[in-house]
């Protein structure tokens, strides 16, 4: 296939680039999207990012990804899929940089965990608490009832940003039958704001921004994932000719990633990707052209999978820009398959292994007694959120508060904060 590159980018409205909270002009040498991607990359919680774990904890290996390294890599691979498009670029590389501010410490772990200790609330959700960072918890905009506006980007970026447009309890996907999606994408507390991102659109439909953040992201994840996997020799991808390994990851791609599909699916995607040209013919040996060789898989991989959705989504849509709703991305099945292959090999390997599941134990028992511990000493907390503690209207709003700075906290200080609380402790007996 001859690639050709749109000259032109998709128009956007004034409508498109409204504020929630007005602003005065600003430099006109700058789009109001290039602004919009410069407040996500000077922001607090992006630079949290790079001590918070995406599957391994950060200190544990100077070559892992943290969430931070991992948000830069899906902005590369979602910023030229919507160059190919004809998406504004600015605004898919700033959904791309904010789509795992909301993840709080210890990976979805700690979701997990946040998510009971909220069961009374609404519960938590990584993609809702992104909302809340971008249009609340962090400082940059004051409306003028004096409520806070967060970053107050444009509503184009802030739908962009979000992945699951809809409350909990009222996912469209939800509604089919046989269908187990949990995710949302707002609390009820931050629905005016969703209201506002959200105009005209009441369907659950997701612009094609957030289409593009979306597979990017499924992309990085399972790509990068694996090459963390393999070079920590945790991975062995030759394992996966024995029949009882193979078993083992066609039960966890199904049950995680492909509840619906055949065993033949599964080992088909399999082994279309080890038939790959560029598959490592050898097992990994720590060398640098072993190493070498792995980068260029995830490399190859990563093209594989962005040239497969541009092709199919141009073969619907013709060359016309895309943006927002004038379409949506086209993802082949079989190319689906293969990302959801990759992210197994990598789950079965890491994410369940018996040494991370007791870590896991202890973590959960960490932002637990952190949240307890918030709650019974709010002067505990960093001094932004205690303001917004005592602010809060009720018990609720205040448990709310406590969950947005265990959120907000990085592994390790979620792990200094337990440390002192129970050094506090030990002082009192």
């Not at 599957?55 to 969430?67: A, I, Y």
């Not at 269908?179 to 612009?207: A, H, I, M, W």
């Not at 992309?219 to 394992?239: K, R």
């Not at 959705?309 to 086209?330: C, F, H, I, S």
Request: aromatic share 8%; hydrophobic share 40%; glycine share 8%.
């Amino acid at each position: 296939m001859t690639t050709v590159i749109p000259t032109a980018v998709a128009s956007y409205s004034a409508h498109d680039r409204e504020r929630w909270a007005a602003e005065a002009a600003k430099n006109p040498r700058r789009t109001d999207f290039q602004r919009d991607r410069a407040r996500v990359l000077h922001s607090s919680g992006l630079r949290r990012l790079g001590a918070k774990t995406q599957v391994v904890s950060p200190g544990s290996d100077d070559f892992v990804r943290t969430r931070l390294t991992h948000s830069l890599e899906v902005a590369q691979v979602g910023r030229e899929l919507a160059r190919y498009l004809g998406s504004d670029p600015d605004i898919v590389d700033t959904a791309c940089l904010s789509h795992d501010l909301g993840h709080p410490p210890f990976g979805h772990n700690g979701e997990t965990v946040l998510d009971e200790v909220c069961a009374d609330i609404g519960g938590f959700e990584g993609n809702a608490q992104t909302l809340r960072v971008l249009t609340r918890l962090e400082p940059k905009v004051i409306r003028e009832d004096g409520s806070p506006a967060g970053l107050n980007l444009t509503r184009a970026t802030l739908d962009a940003c979000t992945k699951y447009p809809w409350p909990r309890g009222e996912s469209p996907i939800a509604a089919r039958a046989g269908s187990t999606v949990t995710k949302f994408g707002v609390y009820d507390e931050d629905r005016p704001v969703f209201t506002f991102l959200r105009e005209g659109r009441e369907n659950g439909q997701r612009c094609i921004e957030a289409q593009i953040m979306d597979l990017a992201d499924d992309i990085s994840y399972s790509v990068h994932d694996v090459e963390d996997a393999v070079f920590s020799g945790a991975l062995d991808l030759f394992a996966y000719d024995n029949d009882h390994a193979l078993g083992g990851l066609i039960d966890i791609t199904r049950s995680w990633y492909l509840p619906e599909a055949s065993d033949e699916v599964i080992t088909g995607a399999l082994r279309r990707l080890q038939k790959a040209a560029y598959w490592p013919k050898q097992r990994y040996d720590g060398s640098r052209s072993a190493q070498a060789g792995l980068k260029h898989m995830t490399s190859q991989l990563i093209g594989r999978f962005v040239g497969a959705a541009e092709a199919a989504t141009r073969e619907e849509y013709g060359w016309e820009p895309l943006g927002r709703y004038d379409g949506n991305l086209v993802v082949p099945e079989a190319t689906r398959h293969e990302i959801a292959v990759l992210k197994g090999l990598a789950t079965v390997t890491v994410m369940v292994a018996e040494d991370r599941l007791s870590l896991q134990r202890i973590q959960a028992r960490v932002l637990g007694t952190l949240c307890e511990y918030f709650s019974e000493k709010p002067e505990a907390m960093d001094r932004i959120f205690l303001h917004d503690h005592r602010e809060a209207a009720d018990e609720a709003a205040r448990l709310r508060v406590v969950v947005d700075q265990v959120a907000s906290m990085t592994d390790h200080s979620a792990w200094s904060a337990y440390h002192r609380m129970q050094a506090d402790e030990a002082s009192l007996l």
